[in-house]
């Protein structure tokens, strides 16, 4: 158990629709990150925070979109959703902004299946 | 261009013997770091083994030591002893600064390891 909870575990849904994925930190991590995983894109770096702020972005599109509450936990929102959006989505912390050295520790997922 | 390769899909091993799960990366910064992670088949991402670009030493965490090459950019997992328990996929990861004063992590795409009896 890495001390990352995510909830839900799986999620179904219909295109179109508008999703929200949670996720817990590590107790005393500051840095949330989040990923997509899928079989043809293999595992995507989409978005940090880092104590409420947002530090780094990578490959996450202009429909999805995140934010990280004072108490450190975080949310994704995925909207107008498609097929392909189908996936795992990661949630991983770590304790710095910095990132270079952390370990950054995953949590057990939630598996996103759009109809 | 990928930033971190794995050019083995798929490995097999015997119980108890050593493998090599190989990873080159791409980067021209001079601070980064390097991770292995492991993905069983029940989906969680299981941290391994990390290494500094400015490490000297090759990082070791018990069974799991990481072979870097500095110079030809390779940073190759090794696991002694196979046990059937480390049947699973294997990745190699990246992280790079960012222009934000973070880091930005980037994943190859795995490695399946099976450990056969």
């Known amino acids: 158990d890495s001390g990352v909870t995510q909830t839900p575990k799986h999620l179904i849904t219909a295109t179109g629709q508008r999703v929200t994925l949670r996720c817990s930190p590590r107790s005393g991590d500051l840095s949330v990150y989040w990923y997509q995983q899928s079989l043809d894109q293999g595992l995507q770096f989409l978005i940090q925070y880092y104590n409420g702020e947002e530090r780094a972005k990578g490959n996450i599109l202009e429909r999805f979109s995140a934010q990280q509450f004072p108490d450190l936990h975080s949310e994704l929102n995925l909207s107008s959703l498609e097929l392909g959006d189908s996936a795992l989505y990661f949630c991983?912390?770590?304790?710095?902004?910095?990132?270079?050295?952390?370990?950054?520790?995953f949590g057990p997922g939630t598996r996103l299946t759009v109809l | 261009a990928q930033k971190i390769t794995q050019t083995q899909p798929g490995m097999f091993v015997q119980e108890k013997e050593a493998v090599t799960l190989d990873c080159t990366y791409d980067?021209?910064?001079?601070?980064?770091?390097l991770f292995w992670y492991k993905q069983p088949s029940s989906g969680e991402m299981i941290f391994l083994i990390y290494q500094g670009s400015y490490d000297e030493q090759n990082a070791t965490e018990g069974r799991y030591s990481l072979n870097f090459q500095k110079a030809r950019k390779s940073a190759n997992l090794v696991i002694s002893a196979s046990q059937l328990g480390d049947s699973a996929m294997y990745f190699c990861?990246?992280?790079?600064?960012?222009?934000?004063?973070?880091?930005?992590?980037?994943f190859g795409r795995g490695t399946s390891l099976i450990v056969h009896p």
């Open positions: 990861a990246m992280r790079e600064p960012s222009s934000g004063g973070s880091y930005i992590p980037t």
């Open positions: 991983a912390s770590s304790p710095s902004v910095a990132g270079g050295t952390d370990t950054q520790y």
């Open positions: 980067t021209s910064d001079q601070s980064y770091g």
